[in-house]
């Protein structure tokens, strides 16, 4: 079996330095995904930061490292951005903070908004109404005058971060969405300052002001963003869930008092009392009582567990029928859902494949428009008609408007954090953005038959008697009679009378024979337990039954003769039984056309047996731990995208060596950080949600690529120009503000839309 640190160094999809810090950094004026290569690549330079991960659409940054955090904040500004700082130490006031400064962003953009819209909504309606907006007396030019030192105004009040996130970027050789905008705006304001100062510098035809264009846009594009900032709020659901679920305040029983005190306080060893109806506040190992606990807030699986002495409980699940005092084992950010918030916050923090792709694009995107845009304005100087320089402004505008790509940088992001939180929300525990993206793609999954498709634990699972005593009376004697052995058979047998509450009796001359079996007597009466040999060996007629137990051995139980006084009393067999789900859950697997393997160490008869039982028609039988890993290469050698199921640790290099590794786990220790994926519930139906959620996952993300890049490829012909021959119709710069607004919009609700995604119900 493999250590826990073995298994961490064979594991190729571990995140790098989890043994560094680190640290997260709050962004402001990063407005597109072209901005996020830059912001990343700016902390990596720092000495000490091994690694700097974005989310665009939080606005915050995860560095790991040990780079002091004012060197950070200095990098970041160097960049042309800022950035800063939290104080807060719990992830529940950390999440606070954020909503709090997303509260605050959100007013100022509304209230920008509105001043913005304030002028330029009447300046619209004023040129749907009257008409031209041209200068061409003096009165008209002193009017004029005093609209463009209001629309000044706006541009410093309402649109400033443009203009100052603009010269940032210029200072550092790169450009992004607010060059875009302030260009694009800035333009159209100059032009028509020149036409109100010196209207005798342009053609008569051409004496038309934007005014009413710099307004609107920037207005539109203050309440996009707004709206935006309203609408990512709610992708942190599933965290808010995580966090709700940590009780305040645990009663602990310090110096034979109970003491009610705050959950940070709780210590390592401390004993804590948890009555019916409150939640367990830590994790710990039950020592006196029992009770039903809910942990299906943190499993997806909604029957109560039952709890006794020595069984361990996790923080945040929900105590229901009787008294619990524990022993605490993890306390603070030790415990599983401290662990399990920090996993999915690092999966929704990071890049799947196709979403660095996208930040790749954003990065030459907004050069090669700027590109076009002067190109536009030079085709119209040159080859369009009077007034020229009017319709060069207007779709040079145009062009910069309605190709800004900040609706591209929130299409991955957006969908990758919902998309996690809701696996979570199954139960599922995703590691990272890889592995969410690769694990929509699996076309083979290879299924672990211990404790994977079967329990893991094997059971009394038929009693077949051939005498008068009752199943009770049988197991009751066969159970004191393996009460001195420790085979695992014996356990089983043991563990299956405990379960129907049977007292086991003293047993005397016990003799554990090889290969055999045990004999002894209990209660004056001799008793025999074992195979074929043992019964012949002693005289005890089997033959009437001998066909029966090769039936149960091709069923995959382990057959076991009993004789009580010379006499043959009963067949015990014992078996691990499948899961209760797992054909089912197998099916659905199946039907998702996933070829589905199963892998055992176990003979090929016994493998067949559980095999054709489970539905599955491919399995490896009789292979040793250490070779599970080259089954795995044999099917990605026929091309499969391989998926590999374990209980996370003796699978180890099989779970590193697949392309996504799913660990069935119970939510504590290894088993959260043992692979890609992590089923904190022992269901395969996890598996097929898992992949459900991630295709649906990756199928948001591609809708929003699309939307964003075709939009933004699309409308750039058409604010270009493109239908002027054709039509005579020329895109207006206000309704490419409009639209560029509202595609971030569309971007967020539609990642939204994932929040209403459910796995198949079983």
Not at 568 to 576: G, N, S, Y
Request: glycine share 8%.
């Amino acid at each position: 079996m493999a250590s826990v640190q073995d298994q961490e160094q064979c594991h190729s999809h571990a995140q790098p330095g989890q043994s560094a810090a680190r640290r997260e950094l709050l962004i402001e004026g990063a407005g597109c995904a072209s901005c996020v290569g830059k912001i990343e690549k700016a902390l990596k330079q720092v000495p000490g930061v091994q690694d700097a991960v974005m989310n665009f659409a939080q606005r915050t940054v995860t560095v790991t490292g040990d780079a002091a955090e004012a060197q950070l904040i200095k990098a970041v500004e160097a960049a042309g951005y800022n950035a800063r700082g939290t104080e807060a130490e719990a992830e529940s006031d950390l999440l606070a903070e954020k909503e709090q400064a997303d509260w605050a962003y959100y007013k100022r953009l509304m209230r920008e908004m509105a001043i913005a819209l304030a002028l330029g909504i009447p300046l619209m309606i004023y040129s749907i109404v009257v008409g031209e907006m041209t200068v061409t007396t003096n009165l008209e030019r002193l009017a004029w005058l005093l609209v463009g030192l209001l629309t000044l105004g706006v541009m410093l009040f309402s649109g400033r971060h443009f203009y100052v996130g603009a010269w940032k970027s210029f200072l550092n050789h790169s450009a992004n969405m607010d060059t875009l905008i302030a260009l694009g705006t800035g333009t159209a304001w100059l032009y028509s300052m020149v036409v109100v100062f010196f209207p005798q510098a342009v053609p008569e035809m051409a004496r038309h002001v934007y005014f009413e264009a710099t307004a609107m846009i920037i207005g539109l594009i203050d309440l996009g963003l707004a709206l935006e900032v309203k609408a990512r709020g709610r992708t942190s659901e599933a965290i808010k869930r995580l966090i709700g679920l940590q009780a305040k305040t645990a009663r602990v029983i310090r110096d034979g008092q109970e003491l009610d005190i705050p959950i940070e306080q709780v210590l390592a060893d401390d004993r804590v009392r948890v009555r019916p109806g409150e939640k367990i506040p830590v994790d710990g190992v039950v020592t006196d009582g029992h009770s039903a606990v809910d942990e299906s807030m943190l499993t997806g699986e909604p029957m109560p567990v039952e709890k006794g002495v020595d069984d361990e409980v996790v923080g945040g699940t929900l105590n229901k029928t009787g008294s619990l005092v524990f022993r605490a084992t993890r306390v603070g950010k030790d415990t599983a859902l401290a662990r399990i918030i920090q996993m999915v916050k690092r999966a929704q923090n990071s890049k799947p494949p196709i979403g660095r792709l996208a930040d790749l694009i954003a990065g030459y995107f907004v050069p090669v428009i700027m590109i076009i845009a002067v190109l536009s304005a030079l085709a119209w100087l040159n080859f369009g008609p009077e007034p020229a320089i009017a319709f060069a402004i207007v779709s040079a505008t145009t062009v910069l408007i309605i190709a800004c790509p900040c609706a591209l940088g929130l299409a991955t992001p957006m969908s990758v954090m919902v998309g996690v939180g809701k696996a979570a929300e199954a139960g599922v525990l995703i590691r990272n953005g890889e592995a969410l993206q690769t694990a929509s793609k699996i076309s083979a999954m290879i299924l672990d038959k211990t404790g994977t498709i079967t329990e893991g634990t094997p059971r009394v699972t038929e009693i077949h008697r051939t005498a008068q005593r009752s199943e009770a009376q049988l197991l009751q004697l066969a159970a004191s009679l393996e009460a001195g052995s420790e085979h695992p058979l014996a356990v089983s047998i043991a563990e299956s009378a405990r379960a129907r509450s049977l007292p086991l009796d003293a047993v005397e001359q016990f003799q554990a024979l090889a290969g055999q079996g045990v004999r002894g007597r209990v209660n004056g009466h001799a008793l025999l337990f074992g195979n074929e040999k043992l019964m012949r060996g002693a005289g005890v007629e089997i033959a009437g039954q001998v066909d029966r137990a090769q039936q149960l051995a091709a069923q995959a139980q382990t057959p076991m003769y009993f004789a009580v006084d010379g006499q043959l009393e009963a067949i015990i067999a014992v078996a691990d039984p499948l899961k209760e789900d797992s054909i089912a859950a197998i099916k659905r697997l199946q039907d998702d056309g996933i070829r589905v393997v199963m892998l055992t160490g176990d003979n090929r008869a016994t493998a067949e047996a559980v095999a054709a039982k489970a539905g599955i028609s491919e399995f490896f039988a009789e292979v040793l731990p250490e070779d599970k890993a080259g089954k795995v290469v044999e099917l990605q050698r026929q091309g499969e995208v391989v998926g590999m199921t374990g209980d996370g640790i003796n699978d180890a290099p099989a779970l590193a060596q697949a392309d996504v590794g799913f660990a069935i786990g119970t939510g504590t220790d290894v088993a959260i950080e043992s692979a890609d994926v992590t089923l904190m519930r022992g269901s395969l139906h996890g598996l097929a949600d898992a992949i459900a959620v991630s295709r649906a996952t990756l199928r948001n993300i591609k809708q929003n690529l699309f939307g964003a890049f075709i939009y933004n490829v699309a409308g750039v012909p058409f604010a270009a120009g493109v239908l002027y021959p054709f039509f005579g119709l020329l895109l207006s710069p206000v309704i490419a503000g409009a639209a560029m607004a509202f595609s971030s919009l569309t971007v967020v609700s539609n990642a939204n839309r994932l929040r209403l995604f459910k796995a198949q119900q079983h």
